[in-house]
Protein backbone atom coordinates (compact mmCIF):
# COMPACT_ATOMS: atom_id res chain seq x y z
CA UNK A 1 0.00 0.00 0.00
CA UNK A 2 3.24 2.46 0.42
CA UNK A 3 4.10 1.78 -2.82
CA UNK A 4 0.70 3.45 -4.37
CA UNK A 5 0.83 6.05 -1.86
CA UNK A 6 4.18 7.17 -2.81
CA UNK A 7 3.31 6.84 -6.66
CA UNK A 8 0.62 9.26 -5.95
CA UNK A 9 2.50 11.79 -4.14
CA UNK A 10 5.21 12.12 -6.56
CA UNK A 11 2.98 12.08 -9.50
CA UNK A 12 0.37 14.30 -8.33
CA UNK A 13 3.29 16.76 -7.81
CA UNK A 14 4.90 16.53 -11.00
CA UNK A 15 1.43 16.65 -12.53
CA UNK A 16 0.71 19.99 -10.59
CA UNK A 17 4.07 21.15 -11.61
CA UNK A 18 3.40 20.33 -15.32
CA UNK A 19 0.07 22.08 -15.25
CA UNK A 20 2.14 25.12 -14.39
CA UNK A 21 4.81 24.66 -16.90
CA UNK A 22 1.47 24.38 -19.84
CA UNK A 23 -0.23 27.29 -18.49
CA UNK A 24 2.87 30.00 -17.74
CA UNK A 25 5.38 31.08 -19.45
CA UNK A 26 7.94 30.15 -16.64
CA UNK A 27 10.76 27.28 -17.40
CA UNK A 28 11.92 24.03 -15.55
CA UNK A 29 13.91 26.25 -13.70
CA UNK A 30 11.50 28.28 -12.83
CA UNK A 31 10.01 25.68 -11.66
CA UNK A 32 12.46 24.19 -9.13
CA UNK A 33 12.81 26.81 -7.87
CA UNK A 34 9.55 27.78 -6.55
CA UNK A 35 9.23 23.80 -5.53
CA UNK A 36 12.71 24.41 -3.43
CA UNK A 37 10.86 27.30 -1.62
CA UNK A 38 7.54 25.48 -1.09
CA UNK A 39 9.59 22.83 0.49
CA UNK A 40 11.00 25.20 3.09
CA UNK A 41 8.10 26.73 3.74
CA UNK A 42 6.17 23.42 4.14
CA UNK A 43 8.66 22.20 6.31
CA UNK A 44 9.46 25.50 8.38
CA UNK A 45 5.89 24.99 9.76
CA UNK A 46 6.20 21.41 10.27
CA UNK A 47 3.91 19.87 7.39
CA UNK A 48 6.87 18.17 5.46
CA UNK A 49 7.26 15.78 7.87
CA UNK A 50 3.88 14.63 7.87
CA UNK A 51 4.19 13.97 4.28
CA UNK A 52 7.02 12.16 4.51
CA UNK A 53 5.60 10.00 7.35
CA UNK A 54 2.71 9.20 5.38
CA UNK A 55 4.40 9.02 2.01
CA UNK A 56 7.56 8.18 2.56
CA UNK A 57 9.82 8.15 -0.42
CA UNK A 58 6.82 9.66 -2.90
CA UNK A 59 7.51 12.82 -1.00
CA UNK A 60 11.50 12.24 -0.30
CA UNK A 61 12.40 12.12 -4.25
CA UNK A 62 10.59 15.07 -5.70
CA UNK A 63 13.32 18.51 -5.58
CA UNK A 64 11.02 19.87 -2.67
CA UNK A 65 12.67 17.47 0.26
CA UNK A 66 15.42 19.75 -0.79
CA UNK A 67 13.84 22.71 0.99
CA UNK A 68 12.96 20.03 3.75
CA UNK A 69 16.62 19.21 4.54
CA UNK A 70 17.72 22.55 4.53
CA UNK A 71 14.98 24.07 6.81
CA UNK A 72 15.70 20.88 8.98
CA UNK A 73 19.55 21.27 9.47
CA UNK A 74 19.27 24.85 10.16
CA UNK A 75 16.52 24.68 12.95
CA UNK A 76 18.56 21.83 14.35
CA UNK A 77 21.72 24.31 14.52
CA UNK A 78 19.40 26.76 15.63
CA UNK A 79 18.55 24.30 18.94
CA UNK A 80 21.97 23.46 19.50
CA UNK A 81 24.16 27.12 19.23
CA UNK A 82 21.72 29.99 18.84
CA UNK A 83 21.89 32.05 15.52
CA UNK A 84 25.16 31.25 14.72
CA UNK A 85 24.18 27.66 14.44
CA UNK A 86 21.21 28.58 11.52
CA UNK A 87 24.24 29.16 9.37
CA UNK A 88 26.49 26.11 10.75
CA UNK A 89 23.82 23.93 10.60
CA UNK A 90 22.15 24.51 7.49
CA UNK A 91 24.09 22.42 5.06
CA UNK A 92 24.57 19.43 7.54
CA UNK A 93 21.82 17.68 6.26
CA UNK A 94 21.68 18.61 2.51
CA UNK A 95 25.37 19.15 2.02
CA UNK A 96 25.68 15.33 0.60
CA UNK A 97 22.79 16.17 -2.25
CA UNK A 98 24.72 19.15 -3.41
CA UNK A 99 27.97 17.80 -3.49
CA UNK A 100 27.45 14.93 -4.59
CA UNK A 101 25.74 16.38 -7.61
CA UNK A 102 29.01 18.88 -8.36
CA UNK A 103 31.26 16.25 -8.10
CA UNK A 104 28.89 13.56 -10.43
CA UNK A 105 28.36 17.08 -12.77
CA UNK A 106 32.20 17.61 -12.80
CA UNK A 107 33.41 14.08 -13.52
CA UNK A 108 30.36 13.65 -16.10
CA UNK A 109 31.65 16.76 -17.83
CA UNK A 110 35.23 15.68 -17.81
CA UNK A 111 34.21 12.01 -19.09
CA UNK A 112 31.37 12.86 -22.09
CA UNK A 113 31.27 15.12 -24.78
CA UNK A 114 28.19 17.19 -26.09
CA UNK A 115 26.76 15.75 -28.95
CA UNK A 116 25.27 18.06 -31.90
CA UNK B 1 -1.28 37.76 -47.43
CA UNK B 2 -4.21 38.73 -45.02
CA UNK B 3 -3.97 38.69 -41.37
CA UNK B 4 -6.71 36.46 -41.31
CA UNK B 5 -5.58 34.11 -43.52
CA UNK B 6 -2.46 33.70 -42.03
CA UNK B 7 -3.70 33.30 -38.93
CA UNK B 8 -5.49 30.25 -40.74
CA UNK B 9 -2.37 29.52 -41.76
CA UNK B 10 -0.65 29.26 -38.63
CA UNK B 11 -3.70 27.23 -37.03
CA UNK B 12 -3.11 24.10 -39.69
CA UNK B 13 0.49 23.60 -39.23
CA UNK B 14 1.28 24.50 -35.83
CA UNK B 15 0.13 21.79 -33.75
CA UNK B 16 -1.05 22.60 -30.31
CA UNK B 17 0.02 20.64 -27.24
CA UNK B 18 -1.72 18.00 -25.77
CA UNK B 19 -2.13 19.80 -22.13
CA UNK B 20 -4.83 17.46 -20.44
CA UNK B 21 -2.31 14.34 -22.04
CA UNK B 22 0.56 15.86 -21.08
CA UNK B 23 -0.51 16.35 -17.44
CA UNK B 24 -1.61 12.55 -17.07
CA UNK B 25 1.56 11.78 -18.47
CA UNK B 26 3.71 13.67 -16.22
CA UNK B 27 1.21 12.25 -13.51
CA UNK B 28 2.40 8.49 -14.42
CA UNK B 29 6.07 9.19 -15.20
CA UNK B 30 6.91 10.91 -12.27
CA UNK B 31 4.86 8.55 -9.81
CA UNK B 32 7.04 5.54 -11.54
CA UNK B 33 9.98 7.35 -10.45
CA UNK B 34 7.95 7.63 -6.73
CA UNK B 35 7.55 4.06 -6.50
CA UNK B 36 10.96 3.42 -7.53
CA UNK B 37 12.44 5.52 -5.28
CA UNK B 38 10.45 3.95 -2.64
CA UNK B 39 11.60 0.40 -3.94
CA UNK B 40 15.08 1.58 -3.66
CA UNK B 41 15.08 2.98 -0.08
CA UNK B 42 12.94 0.24 1.22
CA UNK B 43 15.96 -1.75 -0.25
CA UNK B 44 18.41 -0.05 1.38
CA UNK B 45 16.84 0.44 4.74
CA UNK B 46 16.58 -3.45 5.12
CA UNK B 47 19.68 -4.73 3.65
CA UNK B 48 22.16 -1.93 4.72
CA UNK B 49 22.85 -0.57 8.45
CA UNK B 50 21.38 2.93 7.82
CA UNK B 51 19.02 5.06 9.25
CA UNK B 52 15.84 5.83 7.50
CA UNK B 53 16.39 9.27 6.85
CA UNK B 54 19.92 7.96 5.60
CA UNK B 55 18.15 5.76 3.13
CA UNK B 56 16.26 8.86 1.69
CA UNK B 57 19.46 10.32 0.92
CA UNK B 58 21.05 7.47 -0.48
CA UNK B 59 17.81 7.60 -3.00
CA UNK B 60 17.96 11.06 -3.92
CA UNK B 61 21.89 10.46 -4.40
CA UNK B 62 20.84 7.85 -6.85
CA UNK B 63 18.86 9.59 -8.77
CA UNK B 64 21.22 12.28 -8.80
CA UNK B 65 23.78 10.16 -10.32
CA UNK B 66 21.66 8.54 -12.91
CA UNK B 67 20.22 11.77 -13.82
CA UNK B 68 24.28 13.14 -14.41
CA UNK B 69 24.63 9.86 -16.35
CA UNK B 70 21.67 9.90 -18.68
CA UNK B 71 22.70 14.12 -19.43
CA UNK B 72 26.24 13.14 -20.40
CA UNK B 73 25.38 10.17 -22.57
CA UNK B 74 22.80 12.39 -24.18
CA UNK B 75 19.87 10.26 -23.73
CA UNK B 76 18.25 13.06 -21.09
CA UNK B 77 16.34 15.08 -23.16
CA UNK B 78 14.45 11.94 -25.09
CA UNK B 79 13.57 10.69 -22.48
CA UNK B 80 12.36 14.13 -20.89
CA UNK B 81 10.35 14.64 -24.38
CA UNK B 82 8.16 11.64 -23.39
CA UNK B 83 7.88 11.81 -19.91
CA UNK B 84 7.58 15.59 -19.88
CA UNK B 85 7.61 16.85 -15.62
CA UNK B 86 8.34 13.50 -14.46
CA UNK B 87 11.69 14.03 -14.78
CA UNK B 88 12.31 17.67 -13.99
CA UNK B 89 10.37 17.67 -10.37
CA UNK B 90 12.71 14.41 -9.18
CA UNK B 91 16.17 14.87 -8.18
CA UNK B 92 17.19 14.20 -11.64
CA UNK B 93 16.44 17.47 -12.96
CA UNK B 94 18.56 19.44 -10.32
CA UNK B 95 21.07 17.30 -11.50
CA UNK B 96 20.37 17.26 -15.20
CA UNK B 97 20.60 21.13 -14.84
CA UNK B 98 23.77 21.13 -13.24
CA UNK B 99 25.57 18.78 -15.38
CA UNK B 100 24.48 20.10 -19.02
CA UNK B 101 25.71 23.54 -18.20
CA UNK B 102 29.36 21.79 -17.10
CA UNK B 103 28.74 20.39 -20.35
CA UNK B 104 28.36 23.52 -22.52
CA UNK B 105 31.19 25.18 -21.32
CA UNK B 106 33.84 22.50 -20.85
CA UNK B 107 35.61 23.77 -24.05
CA UNK B 108 36.39 27.29 -22.39
CA UNK B 109 38.72 25.50 -20.19
CA UNK B 110 38.49 24.65 -16.11
CA UNK B 111 37.92 28.15 -14.64
CA UNK B 112 36.45 29.82 -17.35
CA UNK B 113 34.16 27.37 -18.44
CA UNK B 114 33.20 24.90 -16.15
CA UNK B 115 34.32 25.93 -12.94
CA UNK B 116 31.90 29.62 -13.59
CA UNK B 117 29.14 28.19 -15.42
CA UNK B 118 28.13 24.90 -13.59
CA UNK B 119 26.42 26.95 -11.34
CA UNK B 120 24.27 28.82 -13.90
CA UNK B 121 21.26 27.71 -13.78
CA UNK B 122 20.68 25.35 -10.25
CA UNK B 123 22.69 28.77 -8.60
CA UNK B 124 19.22 29.79 -8.02
CA UNK B 125 18.03 26.94 -6.23
CA UNK B 126 20.79 27.00 -4.13
CA UNK B 127 20.43 30.74 -3.46
CA UNK B 128 16.84 31.02 -3.00
CA UNK B 129 16.90 27.44 -0.74
CA UNK B 130 19.66 28.97 0.87
CA UNK B 131 17.25 32.31 1.74
CA UNK B 132 14.72 30.80 2.58
CA UNK B 133 16.12 28.11 4.41
CA UNK B 134 17.95 30.46 7.14
CA UNK B 135 14.30 32.17 7.73
CA UNK B 136 12.02 29.06 7.53
CA UNK B 137 15.09 27.08 9.93
CA UNK B 138 14.52 30.10 12.04
CA UNK B 139 10.66 29.53 12.05
CA UNK B 140 10.67 26.09 13.20
CA UNK B 141 13.67 26.06 15.36
CA UNK B 142 11.14 28.40 17.05
CA UNK B 143 7.88 26.66 16.68
CA UNK B 144 8.85 23.04 17.13
Redesign the interface.
Known amino acids: M??FY??????????I???I???SKLT??H???I???LG??L????IYDKL?SKF???A????T???H???????L???ESGVIG??K??LI??G???S???V???I????????H | MKNEEYDKLIKEIVVEDNIVGNIIISFFSGGLIGLIGEIISNFIFKNFNTTLSDSYMITFMIFIFIGSLLTGLGFFDKILSVCKCGLIVPSTGFANTMTSSAMDTRSEGFIKGIGSSIFKLTGSIILYGIVFGIIFGFIRGMLL
Do not use: D, M, R, W
Not at chain 1, 60 to 63: A, K, Y
Not at chain 1, 108 to 115: D, M, P
Open positions: IYSFLFCGFVCASQYLEKPGINTLVICISGFGIHAGTVPINFGLLVTGASGFKLFGINAPGIFAICAFISLLFKVK
